[in-house]
């Protein structure tokens, strides 16, 4: 059985996870989610301005944050910080259980990437959105209340600790390596 870390522990990290790269970071995991609770890890992946990450069920899923229950547009991609999910779920081979489609080292906090800020990665562009992620009960079932708690305090929500939420503007390739970095509107 997989150990839940207690607060105070998880609280530890805080110092290393703010030490993130604020302006050009690494795309560290790509994971798509072909069907419900199930991963893929992938080495390379297509960002599509229709489809999200090309494969994954994010166009098949709806939403209850939209009128009709259709996916919703700003929640096309999530991107968590792996320093996050290292601290959380331990092992590299749990970090997709997280359910997030983008891993990368890089500060994913609302003063660095307020709503509206697009990002380079690989040959796509995404742009960072003002839907809050929040988490779900999966994953206080799959890394624990406390870190719940960790990721939704007022300095999680500020940091964005959970992770974001983006919609692709520029169709391209991504792959694991790849840099994340900040751009202008008209780069």
């Known amino acids: 059985m997989t150990r839940h870390l207690p607060l105070d522990e998880i609280q ?3 110092a290393s996870i703010r030490e993130a790269p604020r302006d050009s970071g690494r795309l560290e995991l790509v994971v ?3 069907a419900v ?7 390379t992946g297509t960002l599509d301005v229709v489809q999200g990450l090309v494969g994954d069920t994010w166009q098949d899923r709806g939403s209850s944050r939209t009128s009709d229950n259709t996916p919703h547009p700003d ?14 779920a331990g092992e590299r081979s749990r970090w997709p259980l997280a359910g997030d489609q983008l891993f990368v080292d890089f ?6 990437l307020p709503a ?15 839907q809050p992620h929040t988490g779900c009960g999966k994953f206080v079932e799959r890394f624990g209340v406390d870190a719940m708690k960790f990721v939704n305090s007022p300095e999680g929500r500020a940091l964005n600790l959970r992770g974001i939420n983006a ?3 520029t ?9 994340v970095r900040k751009i202008r509107s008209s780069d």
């Not at 169709?171 to 840099?179: E, I, L, P, Y």
């Open 12 to 14: 530890t990290g805080l």
């Open 32 to 34: 798509r989610r072909p």
């Open 75 to 88: 929640m096309q991609l999530t991107l968590m910080g792996v320093r996050v999910i290292s601290l959380l």
């Open 167 to 169: 919609r692709v503007v």
């Open 116 to 130: 509206g800020t697009r990002l380079a990665i690989g040959h796509a562009v995404v742009e960072v959105t003002a």
């Open 171 to 179: 169709t391209g390739d991504v792959r694991v390596g790849d840099h």
């Open 37 to 43: 609770n199930a991963r893929e890890l992938l080495d």
């Open 107 to 112: 500060d994913l906090s609302a003063a660095n």
